[in-house]
């Protein structure tokens, strides 16, 4: 049976990964991988998750199963994260291995319930994203997001494109923080969109992988919140890996809004479908964001520390927007400053970028990709020189 298995294509970062870990130069620097890291290239574990692990660790006295859809507080308590108030009746949610499973069961409740659909996503994604889609069969479109020459979002092109999109299709948004471009809808484009959307009477799925990281907790929630009071249904797959801090435990959620009538059936379909994937969820990562979301002392600290995460990557953002403004005595970079969460795309070619590995030992991804917060104050001068060698 196995003889027939076909080698499959690497993953790129991961490849990428691997060739900066087996680079001897103690110049290197990182901004491939996408995790946060502070200032010594520590990815740390915030100080509200340590005070909840040591707390947990106290007071557990089982590792039993949880239910199918995890436990209904950490479910409530995230709902009411991402959803604010009066979105409970309506509400049907589970919780998932990372974001990355939420992705992937929300992708299996559109194939049940509409499985001629086609889903719709920007121009570029999170690969991950058609990788799934390819591999569960569905239909699949693009519309375009970025603009090459500006750096912002090509949003005539999003309008355009949208426009095409037919009843009970899928369009998947990134909620904040647009990987990989690091550019955002404003308010009033999402309020464009959203009409767009309902006019021809499509379904938003909404990943919020970054929440906390754009804008602030409340304000990178924002958008979603806006979709969810104007569509009857709305997917919404979101991740704990990056605003706690906790990506190896693997903590995520997917909500599915609907009428509080179909509420039982829809929860109970997610419930079915965790059964046929992974039967429970991890608990360990859920049980640490409940305990730090429902306990005012934990929940104050642990913004407080998001923030401070967040207040780091602008300024690492302005500081090499400023830098490269310096080295190439243009403002053609000054969009890195405008950009959000981890991640911006500079622009570069991929012959540029092979150059600033194999020259200067700067890794990013071959779009050009790089994480903001891959770098610290003695890195941005040093990347910003390399870019202007190589791109003057």
Same mark, same amino acid.
């Given at each position: 049976?196995?003889?027939?298995?076909?080698?499959?294509?690497?993953?790129?970062?991961?490849?990428?990964?691997?060739?900066?870990?087996?680079?001897?130069?103690?110049?290197?620097?990182?901004?491939?991988?996408?995790?946060?890291?502070?200032?010594?290239?520590?990815?740390?574990?915030?100080?509200?998750?340590?005070?909840?692990?040591?707390?947990?660790?106290?007071?557990?006295?089982?590792?039993?199963?949880?239910?199918?859809?995890?436990?209904?507080?950490?479910?409530?308590?995230?709902?009411?994260?991402?959803?604010?108030?009066?979105?409970?009746?309506?509400?049907?949610?589970?919780?998932?291995?990372?974001?990355?499973?939420?992705?992937?069961?929300?992708?299996?409740?559109?194939?049940?319930?509409?499985?001629?659909?086609?889903?719709?996503?920007?121009?570029?994604?999170?690969?991950?994203?058609?990788?799934?889609?390819?591999?569960?069969?569905?239909?699949?479109?693009?519309?375009?997001?970025?603009?090459?020459?500006?750096?912002?979002?090509?949003?005539? %092109? &999003? +309008?355009?494109? $949208?426009?095409?999109? *037919?009843?009970?299709?899928? #369009?998947?948004?990134?909620?904040?923080?647009? /990987?990989?471009?690091?550019?955002?809808?404003?308010?009033?484009?999402?309020?464009?969109?959203?009409?767009?959307?309902?006019?021809?009477?499509?379904?938003?799925?909404?990943?919020?992988?970054?929440?906390?990281?754009?804008?602030?907790?409340?304000?990178?929630?924002?958008?979603?919140?806006?979709?969810?009071?104007?569509?009857?249904?709305?997917?919404?797959?979101?991740?704990?890996?990056?605003?706690?801090?906790?990506?190896?435990?693997?903590? %995520? &959620? +997917?909500?599915? $809004?609907?009428?509080? *009538?179909?509420?039982?059936? #829809?929860?109970?379909?997610?419930?079915?479908? /965790?059964?046929?994937?992974?039967?429970?969820?991890?608990?360990?990562?859920?049980?640490?964001?409940?305990?730090?979301?429902?306990?005012?002392?934990?929940?104050?600290?642990?913004?407080?520390?998001?923030?401070?995460?967040?207040?780091?990557?602008?300024?690492?953002?302005?500081?090499?927007?400023?830098?490269?403004?310096?080295?190439?005595?243009?403002?053609?970079?000054?969009?890195?400053?405008?950009?959000?969460?981890?991640?911006?795309?500079? %622009?570069?070619?991929?012959?540029?970028?092979?150059?600033?590995?194999?020259?200067?030992?700067?890794?990013?991804?071959?779009?050009?990709?790089?994480?903001?917060?891959?770098?610290?104050?003695?890195?941005?001068?040093?990347?910003?020189?390399?870019?202007?060698?190589?791109?003057?």
């Amino acid at each position: 049976m196995l003889e027939v298995l076909n080698p499959q294509p690497q993953d790129k970062i991961l490849q990428l990964i691997a060739m900066y870990r087996d680079d001897p130069r103690d110049t290197k620097i990182d901004l491939g991988v996408g995790v946060y890291k502070d200032a010594t290239g520590l990815t740390p574990v915030m100080r509200a998750v340590k005070a909840a692990e040591k707390k947990l660790w106290e007071v557990e006295v089982t590792k039993s199963y949880t239910g199918l859809a995890g436990e209904p507080a950490y479910n409530a308590a995230m709902v009411g994260m991402i959803l604010g108030e009066g979105f409970a009746d309506r509400a049907a949610s589970v919780a998932t291995p990372g974001g990355t499973g939420a992705i992937r069961q929300a992708l299996e409740l559109i194939r049940m319930a509409s499985p001629g659909a086609t889903v719709w996503l920007s121009n570029p994604t999170w690969p991950n994203h058609p990788s799934i889609i390819r591999y569960l069969g569905m239909k699949m479109a693009e519309y375009r997001y970025f603009d090459a020459e500006t750096r912002g979002v090509d949003f005539a %092109g &999003v +309008l355009e494109d $949208l426009g095409r999109v *037919a009843k009970g299709d899928i #369009v998947l948004l990134h909620g904040c923080c647009h /990987n990989p471009t690091g550019a955002n809808f404003t308010a009033d484009q999402w309020a464009q969109v959203a009409d767009v959307l309902e006019a021809r009477g499509a379904i938003p799925f909404i990943d919020l992988a970054y929440q906390g990281f754009g804008d602030g907790l409340e304000e990178d929630a924002a958008a979603t919140r806006m979709i969810a009071a104007r569509f009857p249904e709305v997917l919404i797959a979101a991740s704990c890996s990056k605003n706690f801090g906790i990506y190896r435990e693997r903590t %995520g &959620v +997917l909500i599915a $809004l609907t009428e509080p *009538a179909r509420r039982a059936v #829809v929860q109970g379909n997610l419930a079915y479908l /965790n059964r046929q994937n992974y039967s429970f969820p991890p608990d360990h990562g859920a049980r640490l964001v409940t305990m730090i979301l429902e306990d005012d002392a934990l929940r104050a600290d642990w913004k407080a520390e998001l923030e401070e995460v967040r207040l780091n990557m602008l300024s690492l953002r302005k500081a090499l927007a400023e830098e490269l403004r310096r080295a190439t005595n243009s403002d053609r970079f000054d969009f890195v400053a405008d950009h959000r969460g981890m991640f911006s795309r500079l %622009g570069l070619t991929e012959t540029q970028v092979n150059v600033l590995r194999d020259d200067h030992g700067i890794y990013m991804v071959g779009d050009s990709r790089i994480n903001i917060a891959g770098l610290n104050a003695r890195t941005v001068p040093i990347l910003a020189a390399a870019i202007a060698k190589v791109s003057g």
